[in-house]
């Protein structure tokens, strides 16, 4: 009887019923079978999975995915580091917030137009009519490419801030890799106030509730530390499955305009903490510290009494950087 009772579990195992409800859940041959972790640009942007790319307004998302987009077409390394795996099939680049001229001088200067229309397919808001991504010939040409959403919210329904609208936004996104998207890859902004943080995190990296966060398998973020150069420091806040490397800078200034491509002044292991490159007065917009001088005899005061660095920036509303260094101008005077 028992003999019985197996051989027609094993035979329910095998093939279930219409009515089993094992029927929703994957297989043990499926699992066991499951290929790899695999990424189109090794290190950096991974295969199956959404990639944001987070920073302010300015700071250099746009060129940052067209120098993906390039290396994808192109095949070699991203920044001189990241190697593309393979070349892509094809790149559909949506930016909805540019015009076509703004946009077709930045192809020029990625040298990508010999690409356009072969492998390289993009659309900006000089296309009259509105493109959901639920359209089903753009689903139909998702299919096996690489795709950019510049900015990724513009295709979101709603109030950004809705996690409910959050959740029907990040489900578009995956019907997007139903459809057989090799990369999705989208900018996003981040909050203003993350303009005075010297460091960066997944939540002051995307603006929004947390759930756009929950559903990346990656984000890098972004962070313009010098306008002249346009040198921008990149960091990895959210991994998933991958150990990924330490923060660097990129140089868009000669090198983007004489050669095409980024230069990588200081790589991963040499580009130290954002807060070693940036300082509250060096931010972007922000004015000079109210009561300098002020704050400086308190810091020495505070110093003397044998507080740390990292105790009296907190203390007076500063960066630990800008402690060290108020302390150390200071000193060369005296």
């Known amino acids: 009887m028992l003999d019985g009772v197996q051989v027609d579990f094993e035979e329910e195992a095998v093939t279930p019923s219409p009515n089993d409800w094992r029927r929703l859940f994957h297989t043990y041959e499926e699992t066991v079978n499951a290929p790899p972790i695999t990424f189109a640009i090794e290190e950096f942007l991974q295969e199956q999975g959404v990639t944001l790319i987070g920073g302010l307004a300015g700071h250099g998302k ?58 390289l397919f993009y659309r900006t808001l000089s296309v009259k009519h509105h493109l959901s991504l639920l359209d089903p010939l753009l689903l139909k040409a998702a299919e096996g490419a690489d795709v950019f959403l510049d900015t990724a919210i513009r295709f979101m329904e709603g109030n950004e801030n809705d996690a409910s609208e959050q959740r029907m936004f990040a489900e578009t996104l995956f019907n997007l890799q139903r459809a057989g998207a090799r990369t999705i890859t989208g900018a996003h902004h981040s909050p203003k106030g993350s303009s ?15 759930d756009i966060g929950a559903m990346l398998c990656t984000c890098w973020g972004v962070r313009q530390i010098d306008a002249e150069h346009n040198r921008i420091y990149v960091q990895n806040v959210k991994p998933r499955d991958f150990q990924p490397c330490e923060p660097f800078i990129i140089q868009a200034r000669p090198s983007l305009d004489q050669t095409g491509y980024f230069e990588m002044p200081q790589p991963p292991g040499f580009a130290g903490e954002l807060s070693d490159h940036i300082s509250c007065e060096k931010k972007a917009g922000r004015p000079p510290v109210a009561g300098r001088d002020d704050k400086v005899a308190e810091a020495w005061r505070m110093k003397a009494a044998g507080m740390s660095i990292r105790d009296i920036a907190a203390k007076l509303g500063v960066g630990k950087t800008t402690v060290s260094r108020w302390l150390e101008e200071d000193e060369a005077i005296q």
């Open 196 to 210: 005075k943080d010297p460091f960066m995190t997944l939540e002051n990296v995307l603006r929004g509730s947390g």
């Open 62 to 119: 746009t060129l940052v995915m067209l120098a993906m987009a390039q290396t994808l077409l192109e095949g070699g390394k991203l920044f001189t580091k990241f190697r593309a795996t393979r070349q892509a099939e094809r790149v559909l680049y949506l930016i909805p917030e540019s015009a076509l001229s703004p946009f077709a001088a930045r192809l020029k200067t990625f040298r990508l137009v010999e690409h356009v229309g072969k492998r």
